[in-house]
């Protein structure tokens, strides 16, 4: 059974520090791997998405990388703002088709 | 641009009461979702649908039922509520540009807060 685990559950972080959340996965025979930002009370936002061929995606500030072999994802955030201070989640999408989340890292950004 | 709109947006029902909630998705998507989000658990899937008239189980299906009669909907119904369905409900939707894999991000509405009583 598919399990996804992020590490922190909870970081705090001065503005304008580089950061990494990680995420890590039981099972590699995944098809793609995405990350998700939710803001309190909102549903969750796609922020990027890595296929099982890929070793990383970029947007902006936003950079995920994928070891598939050690189960692994991290998504590196850049210049950190108070703005980006939100939930976020990392799920796999397994042969199955269906989306396994993580429980979410809580990221605070200090002004 | 609405996306995925869930209704209600918030419902407080009392233990065996009955209800519907409502996901509607104008981006004609083939896929819909739901998921249960609960404290220390994550999201878990609960049923999903991969078109119209099509509806499968996820990882926590006992107690809820949905259809999927017009491909922009997806009704998820609570039979008879249970304070242990006390939760916040999402819906998403997606479509592959390949059938054969699932390589499209999944896009979601901002909840339906249930609490049963």
């Known amino acids: 059974k598919q399990e996804v685990t992020q590490i922190p559950a909870a970081l705090s972080v001065p503005e304008g520090e580089n950061l990494v959340l990680n995420c890590s996965f039981t099972?590699?025979?995944?098809?793609?791997l995405q990350w998700f930002r939710q803001d309190p009370g909102k549903g969750l936002t796609s922020l990027l998405l890595?296929?099982?061929?890929?070793r990383e995606q970029t947007s902006g500030r936003l950079n995920a990388s994928l070891d598939k072999s050690s189960g692994r994802s991290t998504l590196y955030i850049a210049a950190s703002q108070p703005g980006d201070s939100a939930t976020y989640l990392c799920?796999?999408?397994?042969?199955?088709?269906?989306?396994?989340f993580g429980q979410g890292t809580e990221l605070s950004v200090k002004p | 641009n609405a996306g995925v709109t869930q209704t209600p947006k918030f419902r407080v029902l009392k233990t065996g009461q009955s209800m519907t909630l409502l996901c509607a998705q104008d981006m004609n998507h083939e896929y819909m979702y739901w998921y249960r989000q609960d404290p220390g658990m994550g999201l878990r899937l609960i049923h999903y649908?991969?078109?119209?008239?099509?509806?499968a189980k996820g990882e926590v299906p006992d107690g809820y039922n949905v259809s999927r009669l017009k491909k922009q909907n997806f009704l998820l119904g609570l039979e008879s509520a249970a304070p242990s369905q006390t939760s916040v409900y999402f819906c998403?939707?997606?479509?592959?540009?390949?059938?054969?894999?699932?390589?499209?991000?999944?896009?979601f509405g901002d909840g339906t807060r249930l609490s049963i009583l």
């Open positions: 649908s991969v078109g119209e008239g099509t509806t």
């Open positions: 799920a796999v999408h397994n042969q199955g088709g269906k989306l396994i």
């Open positions: 890595i296929q099982s061929s890929q």
């Open positions: 998403a939707s997606s479509s592959p540009m390949d059938r054969s894999v699932w390589n499209q991000p999944q896009h």
């Open positions: 099972d590699s025979a995944i098809y793609n």
